[in-house]
């Protein structure tokens, strides 16, 4: 695996790979990369004859007293895990070189960016969508691939590459959880034990809520409310729960199959989320 740092590079690479009329896979990320992103780039070498993957932590997707600089950050460790997992070209660029300065323009997708994590961390989607067109434009790849933990970030993704014509293919793959539950995140490393301990009650909780639906409960405030209270309960605070509808992130007026349950979470001074689809009645 090769590791590019500026665009001249990278265009070169890619280029390299076309002639050779290989399919172009690109993983964008942030690095501290876990099982959740080997998965993506494993099942993008399966249907890709090529595939990147970006690490650059985007200042542009961080607000003022967020945790961008105590971001984890690990070149080489995740160099040796991409090249493991069969990733054909790293592409790490420089920062200074990413935003010249006087860079002022931004990709706003209005309506799926405005609730949720959008509420909650107001320009977070602007500097997403932002940096994910910059990066489809400077690599050029025929599918990308995203984990459905950030499942507004896919949403905002999707409706920018409808909008905007991109030619390429969003995958959106299920997310990867650990043993009890808690979705790979990079932020995990910020928990201490004990919050690590309390932090598995996300995903216990929002799994107990697709088994109520799945047992009749179709009132999705009453779902919100449930989960909202078992959630508190397990000692975690709450940014929100909400049923939505995850094309459109409108929320949900029935709690119906493919309806998706979604919560941010704060265990300490660390922000989780996490997600469950509604699935069909289980009969018996
Ligand atoms: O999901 C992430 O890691 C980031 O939001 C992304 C898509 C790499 C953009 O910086």
Redesign the pocket.
């Known amino acids: 695996m090769k590791t590019v740092r500026d665009l001249a590079a990278l265009r070169e690479a890619v280029g390299g790979a076309r002639r050779e009329a290989r399919r172009v896979g690109f993983i964008?990320?942030?690095g501290a990369l876990h099982d959740g992103h080997l998965s993506l780039v494993r099942r993008a070498k399966s249907e890709c004859g090529f595939v990147v993957v970006?690490i650059?932590v985007?200042p542009l997707?961080f607000a003022a007293g967020e945790d961008f600089d105590r971001y984890p950050r690990r070149l080489e460790v995740d160099a040796a895990v991409l090249e493991s997992a069969g990733a054909d070209l790293l592409y790490a660029p420089v920062p200074a070189n990413f935003y010249p300065p006087g860079f002022s323009t931004s990709v706003d997708v209005a309506d799926v960016s405005d609730g949720g994590e959008g509420a909650a961390r107001p320009g977070h989607f602007r500097?997403?969508a932002t940096?994910?067109a910059k990066?489809f434009l400077q690599v050029g790849p025929d599918a990308a691939y995203?984990?459905r933990k950030?499942l507004q970030?896919t949403a905002v993704?999707r409706r920018m590459v409808r909008d905007l014509d991109f030619p390429l293919r969003v995958v959106i793959a299920e997310t990867v959880r650990e043993a009890d539950g808690l979705a790979m995140s990079?932020r995990n490393v910020y928990l201490s034990g004990e919050q690590r301990t309390r932090a598995a009650a996300l995903s216990r909780a929002l799994f107990h809520a697709r088994d109520r639906a799945a047992a009749g409960q179709t009132d999705p405030r009453a779902l919100e409310d449930e989960t909202r209270r078992e959630l508190e309960a397990a000692g975690l605070s709450v940014d929100y729960v909400e049923a939505i509808e995850a094309g459109s992130m409108a929320r949900a007026d029935r709690a119906s199959p493919g309806i998706a349950l979604a919560a941010a979470v704060r265990v300490g001074k660390t922000r989780l989320l996490d997600n469950v689809v509604l699935e069909e009645r289980k009969t018996p």
Do not use: A, E, R
């Open positions: 964008p990320t942030m970006s650059f985007n997707q500097g997403v940096v994910v990066l995203f984990g950030d970030q993704i990079s």
